[in-house]
């Protein structure tokens, strides 16, 4: 899909600051990704929080490749019709970095992959599967593409039994179209964070999105009630940032004080736990986040 024509940026106002990565573990933790030949969405995405997150403990590891089968709008990721062959191995050379590692809480999380019979649920499900072997202690999140809306695919992933089930609805329902690839919406999405519930008993959920595309307050609100609806146990909300010029420009940069308001308020509509604020991401200091408290707790008390 061809990109848009290069607009300026919007200057980026104070409080999106970040210090620029660095420190021994943070260290490791790239030169053992480099050396498995492994692709982290941290890096992939540019991430602001990459120094944070990975000097903290935590990672968020992308399968199947670096080459997206779709093609939105906001998103870093280079993307083609088909993507790389998959590689066997990965599964087990994951597990043995976050093994190695000893990361507490790990995101996995992958490209589209359409051009797959299975789009690629298969290969995410092995992945879970080789990480609760060789690396138990670690508490998987597991952040998916919609699957074309297919529930006997999803299946294959909850039957793998990750801890958190994630997939991004990334922008409030009327954009969309400007925003997604246009094989994603918002109904697709819906059907799979529903669909989660539905397929596995006790399943965990969580969603993101993102602000600053042209959405109102109302619209982000309304948003946050569908999902609610739907069952979704965890939402971060963050601030989009433009990745390079040819990107959806920001069209509006929301304040802290907004996002504190957005989180109160998804505490009210019962979200188990709402991340809120002009830096976080979907995965953002994930092993920190109330999520891995909530989950331990509740083992604890099975």
């Keep these: 899909m061809p990109k848009p024509e290069a607009r300026p940026r919007v200057p980026k106002p104070e409080w999106l600051k970040v210090r620029m990565p660095g420190g021994d573990r943070y260290n490791q933790l790239k030169a053992r990704s480099r050396s498995l030949k492994l692709h982290t969405v941290c890096e992939e995405a540019r991430c602001p929080n990459i120094g944070e997150c990975w000097s903290g403990g935590t990672a968020t590891f992308m399968v199947m490749g670096d080459t997206c089968t779709r093609g939105c709008r906001f998103c870093a990721v280079k993307t083609s019709r088909t993507g790389l062959p998959l ?15 000893d990361l507490d809480y790990v995101v996995l999380t992958s490209v589209n992959r359409d051009d797959l019979p299975d789009e690629g649920s298969g290969h995410f499900a092995a992945c879970i599967q080789e990480i609760h072997r060789i690396a138990p202690r670690t508490l998987v999140e597991v952040l998916t593409p919609d699957f074309s809306g297919h529930l006997p695919l999803l299946q294959k992933v909850l039957d793998a039994e990750p801890e958190v089930f994630a997939h991004n609805v990334e922008t409030v329902p009327r954009l969309q179209r400007p925003v997604r690839d246009p094989r994603a919406t918002w109904e697709n999405s819906i059907a799979i964070l529903e669909g989660a519930k539905k397929g596995r008993p006790g399943q965990l959920t969580k969603t993101s999105l993102q602000v600053g595309h042209g959405e109102t307050e109302a619209e982000i609100l309304e948003a946050m009630w569908l999902l609610s609806q739907s069952g979704v146990d965890f939402l971060t909300i963050g601030q989009y940032l433009q990745p390079s010029p040819v990107h959806l420009p920001v069209q509006g940069w929301v304040t802290p004080d907004s996002f504190v308001m957005l989180e109160e308020e998804g505490k009210k509509m019962g979200f188990k736990y709402v991340a809120s604020g002009p830096l976080v991401r979907s995965s953002y200091k994930a092993g920190e986040f109330f999520i891995h408290q909530y989950i331990q707790k509740s083992r604890a008390t099975a």
């Excluded at 590689?87 to 590692?101: G, S």
């Design 87 to 101: 590689d066997p191995d990965e599964p087990t050379n994951v597990a043995t970095a976050i093994a190695e590692l």
